[in-house]
Every structure is written in structure tokens, then in C-alpha cells.
């Protein structure tokens, strides 16, 4: 299995997250967003995002929810082996830039040396980002390939 194989069911499992959660949304976007940097991704559906101009940043999978003339942005970074601080350190990264409302990071393997930080440390301060006004928090997860869905149990935090 490639990590490519990953988004597909990603994007579905999105899709229905967030249309259960913004019944009110006038347009739910999923894409994978993997080849293509994120400004010209959002570009194609009529989106300035000045952060993103010129920086190098692609996630995996992307979720738009718009509504009148706002939007609030989704990522989902997908990994097929066991998580690292450099995978957390990476979305960390994309989330202070872009600041989404959510971003998961999934994984088909296991959490890897995250667990020891999240479970063991109870680091749940290093899934930190946002503005300031309101912080919010990555997810970890590790993704069930039998229910196209992340494991809820292993949901760091709980959502």
C-alpha cells in the first residue's frame, strides 16, 4: 500500500464529517490537494488566502466549507507508517501559517514515538495552534482500513 491510497477513503470519511457538522454550509470541497501547493489549490475555487501565496505547502487531503462569503479550511495530512515528531512538526508548521479550523494527522500504522508524548507525557499542549484569541488543536488518529474511518479510541483529543 502507498500513502496515495490513503486519500480516497480520506476524502470520503472528510466529506461526511463535515457535512454532518455545517448542515448550514451553502458548499462542502474535498480534494486531495497532495501535487498541487496549497494557494493554487484554493485559487481554483475562488479563494485568496495571503499566507499561502508563494509558500510551499501541500496537504494531502483539503476541506472547504463555504458559507456567504467566508470558508474555513480542513487538512488532513495521511501517513502510512508510524508517526514521528517530524510528522506533528509538519502540520504544526502548516496550521501556525494557514491556521484551519481543524487538521487531522492519520495514520494506517501506529502513533509511533507520539505515543509516549500524548499518552504517556500527556503533551496534548504540543497539538497547539490558532490565533491566539482561540486555540485549537490538531488530531491524531490512527486510521482503520477496514472501516474507512480513524479509530475514535485512538483519537487524540477526543472530537
Known amino acids: 500500500m502507498r500513502e496515495f491510497d490513503l486519500y480516497p477513503p480520506m476524502q470520503l470519511w472528510l466529506k461526511a464529517y463535515?457535512?454532518?457538522?455545517?448542515?448550514?454550509?451553502?458548499?462542502?470541497?474535498?480534494?486531495d490537494s497532495h501535487s498541487e501547493r496549497l494557494d493554487r489549490v484554493l485559487r481554483k475555487y475562488g479563494i485568496i488566502q495571503e499566507e499561502a501565496i508563494g509558500v510551499d505547502i501541500q496537504i494531502d487531503v483539503l476541506g472547504i466549507v463555504k458559507k456567504a462569503d467566508e470558508f474555513k479550511l480542513f487538512f488532513i495530512e495521511a501517513k502510512k507508517t508510524s508517526?514521528?515528531?517530524?510528522?506533528?512538526?509538519?502540520?504544526w508548521a502548516y496550521c501556525k501559517l494557514i491556521d484551519p479550523e481543524e487538521a487531522f494527522l492519520m495514520t494506517s500504522a501506529d502513533l509511533g514515538s507520539l505515543n509516549k508524548l500524548l499518552n504517556v507525557y500527556k503533551r496534548e499542549d504540543l497539538l497547539d495552534f490558532g490565533d491566539g484569541k482561540r486555540i485549537k488543536k490538531m488530531k491524531i488518529a490512527i486510521w482503520n482500513m477496514q472501516a474507512n474511518a480513524p479509530n475514535s479510541a485512538s483519537m487524540i483529543p477526543k472530537i
Open 18 to 31: 463535515l457535512k454532518d457538522k455545517y448542515k448550514s454550509a451553502e458548499e462542502i470541497i474535498v480534494v
Open 83 to 91: 508517526l514521528t515528531l517530524r510528522d506533528l512538526g509538519q502540520l
